[in-house]
C-alpha cells in the first residue's frame, strides 16, 4: 500500500507528488493567478472513516473563485465530479489521522502577458496528515496590523486567489516577529475586516459578532458553521461592522477557520480579553464544533463526507460512502 500523503491529483490523473512538476514558466506561478481551497477530513476511529468537512461548500467556493479569475477547469464545471475527485484522493492515500486537503486551480499557460484570458487552466490537489497546527487551547495573543486587507476592488476578497495570500503572509510575519500568534486586519477604512487567514468573532452581552460580508472578509464556511450553531441554540447573532477599539472591550473575541478550527483570542494588542482565558461562548462553540467535526455528536452531520478508506486486507471500511454521501 502506498505511504499515506504521497499521491497527488496533477494533469488530469493520480500519481506520485515527488513527480507532479509545475514549469517555472507557469503563468500562476509569475503572477499569482491561481485560486485554491483549505478543506480538512477527521480521522473517525470508532467508524474507521475519513469524513471530509463541508466539501460541497469548499468546491463551490472553489469554482466561484476560479469564475472570478476566469480559471476553465472542465473538472469544476461538475461540482459532483470535483469531490469525487478529492474522495478519490483521500482514498488512495489511504489516510487513517486527520488531513488537511489543497485543491488548487491555476493558469497552466505559459505567457508574459499580465491577463486573465486565453491562457490555459489546470487544476491540482493533494493532502497532508494535519492535527492542530498551532496550539490553541489557551488562546491567542494577536494583534492589529500595519497591513491592511485587501479591498475587493484590488483583489477579490470573496475569492481565495493565490496571489492575495501574500497580503495574508506580510500580516501574519509582522504578528510574529512582534511575539503574536496571529494579526487581524482592518479594512482600508479601518473597521475589523478578519485574521490574516481566518474569521473573527466577539461576544459582547452574550451576542455573537462578526464582520458583514461586505467587510473585504473571505466568507468563511466555519464561519457559517458557527453563526449555525448558535442560532440552533438560540444564541443572538449580528453580522456588523467591528470597531478597532470593540476588540479591547470585548468580553470574549475567537477566530475561525478549516485551519485553526476555533480558536479563543486571549490578548489584543497587549490588552487581555475578558479575563484573559477562553470565555464561556467561545469554550462552548469550541468543544461542540470538535465534537461535530470528530463525529462525535448527531448535530449537523449533513456537514460530513464519510470517505470509505482500504483496508489492510484490500477491503473498504463499512459504512462509508463515495462524495457527497451524506
Ligand atoms: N479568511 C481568510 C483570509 C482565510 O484564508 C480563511 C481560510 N480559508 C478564512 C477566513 C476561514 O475560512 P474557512 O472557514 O472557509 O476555512
Redesign the pocket.
Same mark, same amino acid.
Given at each position: 500500500m502506498t505511504a499515506p500523503g504521497t499521491i497527488c491529483y496533477y494533469d488530469g490523473r493520480f500519481g506520485p507528488l515527488a513527480e507532479a512538476r509545475v514549469p517555472i514558466t507557469t503563468h500562476a506561478f509569475n503572477y499569482g493567478t491561481g485560486c485554491f %481551497? @483549505?478543506i480538512r477530513a477527521y480521522w473517525n476511529e470508532a467508524a474507521g472513516c475519513l469524513q471530509v468537512i463541508r466539501l460541497p461548500e469548499?468546491v463551490r467556493?472553489l469554482a466561484n473563485s476560479a469564475r472570478v479569475l476566469r480559471l476553465q477547469c472542465p473538472d469544476l464545471e461538475s461540482p459532483e465530479r470535483a469531490q469525487e475527485v478529492i474522495c478519490e484522493l483521500l482514498r488512495r492515500n489511504a489516510f487513517r489521522t486527520d488531513v488537511y486537503i489543497r485543491p488548487i486551480v491555476y493558469k497552466s499557460g505559459s505567457t508574459i502577458q499580465v491577463t486573465l484570458s486565453g491562457i490555459e487552466s489546470d487544476w491540482c490537489v493533494y493532502a497532508v496528515g494535519m492535527g492542530d497546527y498551532v496550539d490553541t487551547k489557551d488562546g491567542l495573543d494577536v494583534l492589529v496590523s500595519t497591513w491592511r486587507r485587501i479591498d475587493d476592488n484590488a483583489i477579490p476578497a470573496r475569492a481565495?486567489p493565490t496571489g492575495a495570500?501574500l497580503n495574508?503572509a506580510l500580516a501574519s510575519d509582522e504578528a510574529r516577529s512582534r511575539g503574536a500568534a496571529e494579526a487581524i486586519m482592518l479594512t482600508g477604512d479601518g473597521h475589523v475586516a %478578519? !485574521? !490574516?487567514?481566518?474569521?473573527l468573532f466577539v461576544v459582547e452581552d452574550g451576542i455573537l459578532i462578526t464582520s458583514p460580508v461586505s467587510d473585504d472578509?473571505?466568507v468563511?464556511?466555519?464561519?457559517d458553521?458557527v453563526l449555525r450553531m448558535a442560532r440552533s441554540r438560540s444564541l443572538a447573532v449580528e453580522e456588523r461592522r467591528i470597531d478597532r477599539s470593540e476588540l479591547f472591550v470585548a468580553d470574549e473575541a475567537f477566530l475561525? @477557520?478549516? @485551519?485553526v478550527q476555533i480558536a479563543p483570542v486571549r490578548s489584543v494588542d497587549g490588552r487581555p480579553i475578558g479575563g484573559g482565558r477562553p470565555g464561556p461562548v467561545t469554550t462552548m462553540l469550541r468543544d461542540w464544533y470538535q465534537q461535530i467535526v470528530r463525529g462525535q455528536v448527531d448535530d449537523f452531520s449533513e456537514w460530513r463526507t464519510p470517505i470509505a478508506v482500504a483496508t489492510a486486507d484490500g477491503g473498504a471500511t463499512a459504512g462509508a460512502a463515495g462524495a457527497g454521501g451524506q
Open positions: %481551497e @483549505g469548499h467556493r481565495k495570500y495574508a %478578519e !485574521a !490574516a487567514s481566518s474569521n472578509v473571505l468563511g464556511i466555519t464561519r458553521c475561525c @477557520g478549516t @485551519g
